[in-house]
Structures are given as C-alpha cells and as structure tokens.
C-alpha cells in the first residue's frame, strides 16, 4: 500500500494543475454540502428555539375582532375575554383540559431598587403558567397558590433584568424589596430569560395584579395544557367545538374564527416538524448534487490518466501484473484524492459555519415591545453529519474510479505496448 501511496503522489506532482483543479470540485461540493446543512441547522434551531420554551401540548387564546353580524350586533366587535370565558375553558373542557391559567398584564411598569430601574411588561399570572410556559427558575420560586389567595405582592424577575437591577450578585436580589411604580413588592424568584428575548417579563399573582391596578375580570390571555388530542383532526375539532362555546359567551356566531386567536402549539409543532423534514431532504439533496458534480470531474480526469498511462499499464501487464493490481491502483487514487480534498472541503465549511454562527447567528429580529427572535442559532453540523460525510466521500470516490479502473484492468500488452 506504501508503494502504490508513493506512486499515487509521483504522479499527482507530475500533473499539479490537473490534480488541483480535480480537488477544487471536489472541496468544493463538499464544502457546499457542509455549509448547506450547517445554515439549514441555524435556521431549524432557530425556530425550535423560539417555540421550544412552551409545553407542545398546550394552546394559548387571545380575543380578536368579529368579522360578521350576528343577532343585530355588527361586525368589527373587539372581543375582550373575561374570567368567565376561563373558567369554561378549566371546567366545560376538563375532558381534555388538564391544566389552565390566564394573564392579566400592565405594559411599562418601572421597577427599581436605589437608583437603578427597568421597565417592564408586568404580567399575573396563575402557578400553572411555569409548566405550561416552561420557565427555568434559577433561584427562590415562582407564583404558588398562597399568593393567589392572600394577593401578596411578590415579583419574579428574569435574570436580565435582575442583573441590571443588581449588576453584581444578582441572585442577592431575592427576598428583598423592590419598588414597583410607586409600590413595594418582594422579589421571591428569578428565571432564565430565554435567548430570543420574547418572555423576558416580570410576574405576579393575578389576583395581586387585578387588585392594584383594578383590572376586574378581565383577561388578556387564557392559557391551558391539554391531553387526548393525538391528531391534527382531533385538535382541529376540538378548536371548533371551543371557539363556537365561547363565541356564543360573547354573542358571535359560532362560526366566526376571527373572534379567537388560538395558537395550538401542538399542531404547529407537527407542521414544523413536516417543514424541518423537507428542509433536511432539501439540502441533502442539493448539496449530493453539487458534490456529484465533483466526483464526475474525478472520474473524467481517471479516464484521461488512464489513457495517458496505456502503455506504461501494458508494460506492467507484461511483467506479470495482475488486472486486480492495476484495478485497485485506479480505485485508491480515485479514493485518495476525493478524501483528501474532501476533508479540506469539510474544513472549509465548518470554519464558514462557524463565522456564521459569530455573524448572523447573533443578529435577532425586532417584533418590537422589547420581542426579539434569532434568525440563526448555531448553524453547525453534527458529529454524525460530518461521520456521514466522510463516508460519502469514500464511496463516490470508489465510484469515480471504478469506471477508469476497469478500463484499465481490461487493457491487452499487446496493445498498449503499441500505444503512445
């Protein structure tokens, strides 16, 4: 093997231009394969990351407007949910409702602690809301029922605003008090604001935020995990059956589906799913195109050095070369050129991933009222795709050169002796 490898470089030096531009194409599909998948990752993350922080099997409803007539009421009606509108959800719903919760909030509210504040989206909410909206409480707790029925005036902040508050051990901040508008609230816990900056509000108790800011029975936003929807059409009865019961509440006609916004993450999770899966294909398939393109080019440069090399073959067939001889010397020169601009290639891109990753990756998208998302999120390849890359390239290579190495198996001394 030392041998042939010796040869193999011999004759690579002797055609250096060739050798060259036959391992560009190479690196070069590779590279697009690498990069392809690797932004196609970012992108997917991206969007896992932005839904990932809510329970799938959860929905989240907000009032909308009425786009119809109905019983003398026109159409264009904002409609505004209410408490009643929740405890038909928790109880008419229980078959499949398995926990609820809603929101109350107050947009710009200061809080501060000394001479430093924040402004925040201050948001009641019910103990439900750290399971159903998943959040990750680094130190002290979050709302529990005590709060919700003595009305205490405790808040939970995020981390970053935590740290602004208290730039220097912040996890010091819990159990003091801050000042929220013009009133003293305690600060029983801190959570983990997530990266796309989209949940990074403060919390109370509900009912300590109806009583203060005298809110009544509204409600911005009911909230609620659900079980025994295991399909789209399961769940797409269910939001029918929903929206018609509370429609009727609010005197719309139940077949108005502009009265509810309802966000069902778990059938928006199946789509996203089906999406990610045509992305991944996608990219496969484009980036295999384009390293196919490259491993034509191998193969037509094997066919040229094999009719170059006719009669140095019919001199080795002479002195007692065996066809598997010359077979295999073909294939591992194929192998070993293919690998190793592969492997350049594959360099490449992981570097160009990387940059992305130290570029795009961190640029966000303003929704504005402080909402953010990523449109990147570490647009890398795994250890497994770079594995299956690798193996990729060691078979096209094969491939590439099977055609050429057979040629050259096949080659009469006689007649290679006579050729030039």
């Known amino acids: 093997m030392l041998d042939i490898i010796t040869e193999i470089i011999a004759t690579a030096r002797r055609n250096k231009l060739r050798t060259a531009l036959t391992g560009f194409a190479v690196a070069w599909g590779i590279f697009m394969l690498i990069f392809l998948l690797g932004a196609g990752n970012g992108l997917i993350n991206a969007l896992e990351d932005s839904t990932g922080r809510f329970m799938d099997q959860s ?8 786009s119809k007539a109905y ?14 509108d929740f405890q038909t959800t928790s109880h008419d719903f229980s078959q499949n409702v ?43 707790r979050f709302v529990n029922s005590i709060d919700m029925r003595e009305k205490r005036k405790v808040i939970i902040l995020s981390d970053t605003y935590a740290k602004e508050l208290m730039p220097t051990g912040y996890e010091r901040l819990v159990g003091q008090h801050v000042k929220v508008g013009q009133m003293a609230f305690q600060v029983v816990g801190i959570y983990k604001a997530d990266r796309s900056g989209m949940a ?29 929807l295991n399909t789209m ?20 006609a139940a077949d108005d589906e502009s009265t509810l916004w309802i966000w069902n993450r778990f059938t928006q999770a199946l789509q996203m799913n089906t999406g990610m899966s045509i992305i991944r294909i996608a990219l496969w398939i484009i980036g295999l195109f384009t390293l196919l393109s490259g491993i034509v080019g191998v193969s037509n ?26 077979l295999r010397l073909i294939i591992v020169e194929s192998v070993i050129i293919t690998t190793f601009f592969g492997y350049l290639g ?69 007649e290679a002796l006579r050729a030039e």
């Open 59 to 66: 929905m989240s409803v907000h009032g909308g407007i009425t």
């Open 200 to 228: 990074d509000d403060a919390y109370t108790a509900v009912t300590t935020m109806r009583s203060i800011y005298n809110k009544g029975d509204k409600v911005d936003e009911i909230y609620f995990s659900f079980s025994g």
């Open 98 to 140: 398995t926990a609820a919760g809603v929101v109350v909030r107050q947009r710009g509210v200061q809080v501060s602690l000394g001479p430093e504040y924040v402004q925040v989206s201050l948001r009641g909410v019910h103990p439900e809301e750290i399971t159903i909206n998943r959040k990750t409480i680094l130190c002290g």
């Open 233 to 252: 059409e399961e769940n797409q009865s269910f939001e029918k059956t929903y929206r018609g019961k509370l429609n009727k509440q609010h005197q719309a």
């Open 301 to 326: 440069i094997m066919l040229i050095t094999v009719k170059e090399r006719t009669h140095e073959f019919g001199i080795r067939k002479a002195i007692g070369a065996t066809p598997g001889s010359l």
């Open 71 to 84: 019983e003398g009421l026109r159409k264009g009606r904002s409609i505004q949910l209410n408490e009643k």
């Open 346 to 414: 594959m360099l490449a891109g992981i570097f160009a991933n990387h940059l992305m990753d130290i570029t795009v990756g961190q640029e966000q998208i303003d929704f504005g009222e402080g909402e953010h998302i990523s449109v990147f999120l570490d647009p890398t390849v795994s250890f497994q795709v770079c594995v299956a890359a690798t193996i990729v390239m060691i078979v096209a290579g094969m491939i590439a050169g099977l055609v050429p190495a057979r040629k050259a198996a096949r080659v009469r001394p006689i």
